[in-house]
């Protein structure tokens, strides 16, 4: 009996390091690949709410959490990258601001919010669109409800203003360094 416990583990053991094995070489395979598709969306991200040549990464020294990077758009503004809490979690986003500080886009990188309603803010549909639309141009951002301009997105509330407060949060981290 105790011989047949040890003869079972080693078999798992030896099982689990083949996989563990197997996974380690597929990541070494695979990690640049992923690196580099997850820099191309970020640059086209960061080309769809400030469009420039170039994206400069800015010392932030600021002490506003929501922020995690910025980046240096030439002389047309900055792109934040803001990661903010939703109703369903995080919520990783671009915003573009130009050198008058006023909105010229958003994009949602990230986003686990819940399907047909707070996900549209990320959603390439036509409501997403729509949505997204609203912010450039404006140099304050909150929702209707909260006496701002932001139409809600329609059941999703609390991801409409988790996204108002990135686009604050986005302004007001640009004035330190702009």
């Known amino acids: 009996m105790n011989n047949k416990i040890v003869k079972l583990a080693l078999i798992l053991f030896a099982v689990s390091a083949a996989v563990a094995l ?32 170039d994206y400069q990464p800015v010392d932030y020294t ?20 803001c990661t903010v809490s939703g109703s369903q979690g995080s919520i990783t986003m ?29 959603s390439s549909s ?6 997204r639309a609203q912010f450039p ?5 909150a929702v209707t409800k909260d006496g701002g301009q932001i139409q809600a997105i329609s059941g999703a509330t609390i991801t409409s203003r988790a996204i108002c407060t990135g686009v604050t949060a986005a302004q007001n981290a640009v004035k330190t360094v702009g």
Not at 126 to 131: I, L, N
């Open 62 to 81: 600021g002490g506003d959490v929501l922020v995690d990077s910025i980046y240096k758009a030439g002389d047309k503004g900055y792109v934040v990258q």
């Open 126 to 131: 036509e409501k997403g669109e729509t949505w």
């Open 22 to 53: 197997c996974l380690g070489l597929v990541n070494g395979i695979t990690a640049e690949r992923i690196k580099a598709i997850a820099h191309e969306k970020l640059a086209a991200a960061m080309n769809a709410v400030l469009p420039a040549d």
């Open 94 to 122: 671009l915003t573009g601001v130009a050198a008058d500080g006023t909105v010229t886009g958003i994009s949602v990188l990230e986003s686990g919010e819940t399907p047909g309603l707070g996900a549209i803010a990320a």
């Open 137 to 141: 141009g404006i140099s304050s951002a």
